[in-house]
C-alpha cells in the first residue's frame, strides 16, 4: 500500500508550492547588520571577557520578557553597563531570537574594545567601561541616504511631521505611512518623553539636511534613531506593521497548509481505494 506516483508527484509539487508561502526573509532581516561602533581601545583587565560574557548572558536572558533592558557586570574600574533594545513591534520570542545573536556578533566585530554596539535591524546591543566618555543623546553615530526623486521632499517632510506627531504619543515607538513613505523612530527604551521627542526630531532634521530628495535615509543618534523609505508603488507599512504583517502570514501560511493537508488526505484515500480495486 502506498501512493502511486502521480499522487507522489502532485503532493511534492504541493509541498514545494507551500514553502514558497513561507516568507523566508523575515527572520532573515531582523538580523541584518545596519552598523557597529567599537572603540579603537582594548581593555587591559584579564577578566575583562568573562565579565563582557557575564553581562551578555543577563541581556540574552531578560530580552525573553522584556524588549529593553539595562544592567551592569563587574564592580569598581572593571565595571561593564550595557543594553539591549529590540524594534517596539517585535514579539518576546523575535526579540530574544534576534538578541542571541549580537553576543557572538560582538566578538568577532569589536573583539576586546572597551565599548562597542551592534546594530542589526531588528535589535541592538551597547556595552562600555565605566570610565568610557559619556556621549550626548543627539550624538550623530551613523546615517546613510540612497536614491533621489525630484519634488518628493513635501510628501517627505508632511511623513516626518506625522512622525514627530507620533512618536510624542509617549510609546517610544512609532511607524506610520503617509503618501508611499513609510517612516519609523524608536528611542532608547528609559528616555522620558520629552527627550525622546527632542531627539527624534533631531533626527528628523538630520535627514532633511544630509538627505535632501533622497527616497531612503536611516539616521542613528545616540539614543534615538528614524529611517524612511518611500514605495513608489503603494507599498508601505502602518504603525504596529510588524505584528500585523505576522498575523497576515500566519493566516495565509496556516490556510495553505490546511489545504495542503486535505489534499494529501484525498490522495491518500485515492491510493487505498485503487489498492482495494487491484484485488
Not at 579603537?40 to 524588549?67: C, E, G, I, K, P
Not at 525630484?150 to 505611512?177: C, M, P, Q, V
Not at 532633511?208 to 528614524?226: D, F
Amino acid at each position: 500500500m502506498g501512493f502511486s506516483k502521480s499522487s507522489f508527484s502532485l503532493t511534492l509539487i504541493l509541498l514545494t508550492s507551500l514553502a514558497f508561502l513561507i516568507p523566508l526573509n523575515t527572520a532573515t532581516d531582523l538580523y541584518t547588520l545596519i552598523y557597529k561602533g567599537c572603540s579603537r581601545q582594548n581593555s587591559q583587565d584579564s577578566n575583562f571577557q568573562s565579565t563582557l560574557t557575564s553581562l551578555f548572558n543577563s541581556l540574552v536572558a531578560q530580552s525573553t520578557t522584556s524588549r529593553f533592558f539595562k544592567t551592569t557586570s563587574g564592580s569598581g574600574q572593571n565595571a561593564l553597563s550595557g543594553l539591549f533594545q529590540c524594534r517596539g513591534d517585535l514579539t518576546n520570542a523575535d526579540c530574544n531570537n534576534c538578541v542571541k545573536k549580537l553576543p557572538a556578533m560582538s566578538t568577532n566585530l569589536c573583539g576586546q574594545t572597551i565599548s562597542g554596539r551592534i546594530h542589526l535591524a531588528g535589535c541592538y546591543i551597547v556595552y562600555q567601561t565605566s570610565d568610557f566618555p559619556q556621549l550626548s543623546g543627539t550624538e550623530l553615530l551613523y546615517k546613510t541616504c540612497s536614491g533621489s526623486k525630484e519634488s518628493f521632499e513635501d510628501k517627505r517632510n508632511t511623513a516626518f511631521a506625522n512622525l514627530e506627531t507620533g512618536i510624542a504619543g509617549g510609546s517610544g515607538f512609532y511607524a506610520t505611512t503617509y503618501g508611499s513613505v513609510y517612516v519609523v523612530a524608536q528611542c532608547e527604551g528609559d528616555l522620558s518623553v520629552s527627550d525622546c521627542g527632542a531627539c527624534v526630531k533631531e533626527a528628523v532634521q538630520r535627514a532633511e539636511a544630509e538627505c535632501g530628495n533622497s527616497i531612503a535615509g536611516q539616521i542613528y543618534l545616540n539614543r534615538c534613531y528614524m529611517s524612511y523609505s518611500y514605495y513608489p508603488n503603494g507599498v508601505g507599512h502602518s504603525s504596529g506593521s510588524g505584528q500585523q504583517t505576522g498575523k497576515t502570514v500566519a493566516i495565509v501560511v496556516g490556510g495553505a497548509a490546511a489545504l495542503g493537508f486535505g489534499v494529501i488526505c484525498l490522495l491518500f484515500l485515492r491510493s487505498l481505494w485503487k489498492k482495494r480495486d487491484d484485488y
